[in-house]
């Protein structure tokens, strides 16, 4: 057997009254959470088994594609952990994409079931979502626009015996939609071994052991905890929106409950770093999804204990965690991305193999060792390891664009799949890798490729500068690199005349960006929902064409 929700009943025989989460619940006079909503270990694993048998009942078992549309909560994980037990598949798509996107995605599940809070049903019918459900399960009070309440299939299910399906490695274990901010997300599908990797390769890379309190804002990372037998604290905020979180009320929960790790996109970092209040007891920080400025990690390093660790993971949806670097040395790499080195994003986590191949946007069918390039150049990052995914759901065409089949030298060993992260990158003498960028976001000019994170460190330099994002204009190897530019909150666009000169001059102190003729300035740059990092670039791109 191979499921991550076996730990469940281990934990709860082992450590039964354990709190697995704490959630917000009510809130008090003064604005903060109460925090009077708790699961123990000994209540997740029953309930969790009394809600699978309750599905069960309604045919929602092993290999059922079921749409969760549930917000971090107690019902979530008890939901999530009971579809694992059943060895049914949960589907997760982000609520806050494009509509259009969001409806595509669900339609391409072909989802048997559909759980999901009552806005979620409401959207379901009013929008035409997932009509392939037949069983619509809803977290609300009443069986509205749905079958049943959550809590009546607990109910149909109480006093089942334990339930374990018997899932085997290979079966598949979910769909996890990419955040698509490059196109419509894909949904990538995960086999119940790529989790159990997946939590044996976090646990070792940062330590994280049992009985360790977490504040998990990010909320699929949320499903790891109970798994290391974690204390998950389920923070006071709108998970979709990390930029707005209030650092008042991650304080509260941090200092209540002596949280001593913290998991967050680079967005909830800048907030956390610009609010500048110390944080006594976090051991452990996680930030992933996207690269955290340099200022925002030397800020966090200052609030931190001296002896706490930052570590930036380096990987995607479809394979995580790739590479991992810690905040010291991050700092240590910061001049090196100023002048155009790119990101570093450290060592691969074994056993991962990483390796640097010749940038191409075609399929290519079979691996060669032929394809990789030598170290120091530039290349598309590929990875293959225990947590590579193999495929994407019903996207075959983009299968075939990002996986390459290894056959594993011996005839009869099979072969391997290697993951292209369509990301480029390269090694450097010391074998760490460097981040530079989204393959399809590079910029070919007659002079040679361009590749955004080698490009805008360069000018994110400039102090009245926020952010800059290079994009292309025309066709594919004679195209124009233009810089567009997000001035600093408060600085008055008049300045702008001045500030665009002085970005030409940074930009001629170095070879690779003095070739860069045309800066746009642009209101606010448009960055995708979950990580409120991402830059649009695609987008930024048509207005340049538009506006230049
Ligand atoms: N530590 C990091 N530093 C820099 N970039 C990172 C880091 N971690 C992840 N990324 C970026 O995030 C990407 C993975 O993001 P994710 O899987 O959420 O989907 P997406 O790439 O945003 O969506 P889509 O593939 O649909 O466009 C990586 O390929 C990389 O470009």
Redesign the pocket.
């Known amino acids: 057997m191979c499921n991550i929700a076996a730990s469940l009943p281990r934990l709860a025989r082992e450590a039964p009254d354990r709190i697995a989460m704490r959630c917000p619940g009510s809130r008090g006079a003064d604005g903060l959470a109460r925090y009077d909503v708790e699961l123990s270990y000994r209540e997740l694993d029953a309930r969790s088994d009394a809600i699978a048998a309750g599905l069960a009942r309604r045919g929602i078992v092993r290999g059922t594609r079921t749409v969760v549309m549930v917000r971090p909560s107690p019902e979530f994980f008890l939901l999530m952990f009971a579809l694992f037990k059943a060895g049914a598949v949960p589907v997760l798509v982000d609520p806050g994409i494009d509509r259009r996107a969001l409806r595509q995605c669900l339609d391409e599940a072909q989802p048997e079931a559909f759980i999901g809070i009552p806005l979620a049903q409401f959207a379901r019918v009013v929008l035409g979502w997932a009509s392939s459900a037949r069983v619509r399960i809803t977290t609300g009070r009443h069986a509205l626009l749905a079958d049943a309440t959550l809590a009546r299939v607990e109910r149909d299910g109480a006093g089942a015996t334990a339930q374990l399906a018997d899932t085997r490695p290979d079966d598949v274990a979910a769909i996890l ?10 949904g ?1 599908v995960y086999r119940h071994r790529h989790f159990v990797a997946q939590i044996a390769m976090l646990g070792e890379a940062f330590g994280i052991g049992a009985g360790a309190v977490d504040l998990p804002t990010f909320p699929p990372f949320a499903l790891f905890d109970p798994a290391l037998g974690v204390t998950s604290v389920i923070p006071d905020m709108d998970a979709t929106k990390p930029a707005l979180a209030d650092p008042r009320r991650l304080h509260d929960a941090i200092a209540r409950f002596g949280v001593d790790q913290l998991f967050g996109s680079p967005a909830l970092m800048a907030v956390l770093a610009r609010h500048g209040q110390p944080l006594p007891g976090v051991k452990r920080v996680t ?6 400025p340099a200022d925002v990690v030397a800020r966090m390093r200052e609030l931190l204990p001296a002896d706490a660790q930052f570590w ?7 394979c ?1 965690p790739v590479a991992v ?1 810690e905040g010291r040395e991050l700092q240590a790499t910061r001049a090196a991305t100023e002048s155009g080195a790119g ?1 570093c ?1 450290g060592r691969a986590v074994a056993p991962n193999e990483v390796r640097i191949i010749r940038i191409s946007d075609d399929a290519v069918e079979r691996w060669s060792d032929a394809l990789c390039v030598p170290t120091g150049e530039v290349g598309e990052i590929t990875v293959v390891g225990p947590t590579t995914t193999d495929s994407y759901f019903n996207r075959d065409a983009m299968t075939r664009l990002a996986k390459i089949r290894e056959p594993r030298g011996d005839v009869d060993a099979g072969e391997r799949i290697v993951h292209r ?3 480029v990158g390269y090694f450097d003498a010391q074998g760490r890798l460097w ?1 530079c ?2 393959k399809s976001h590079r910029v070919e000019c007659a002079s040679g490729p361009l590749y955004t ?1 080698q490009v805008e460190p360069v000018f994110n330099v400039h102090d009245q500068v926020r952010r800059t994002a290079l994009v292309g204009i025309g066709p594919m190897g004679q195209q124009q690199a233009v810089l567009c530019v997000e001035l600093a909150q408060g600085v008055d666009g008049r300045h702008w005349p001045r500030i665009e000169s002085e970005l030409r001059a940074i930009g001629a102190a170095h070879p690779h960006t003095a070739g860069i003729a045309r800066f746009l300035r642009h209101p606010k740059f448009p960055v ?1 929902i ?2 409120n990092a ?1 830059i649009g670039r695609e987008k930024l791109a048509a207005w340049a064409a538009e506006s230049a």
Do not use: N
């Open positions: 939609f990419t955040s698509g901010s490059t196109g419509v997300p894909k990538v930030s992933a999804g996207a690269p955290v930036t993971p380096y990987g995607a949806t479809e995580l670097i990101t994003v992260m369509g990301d981040f960028g989204r994170e995708d979950r990580h991402k």
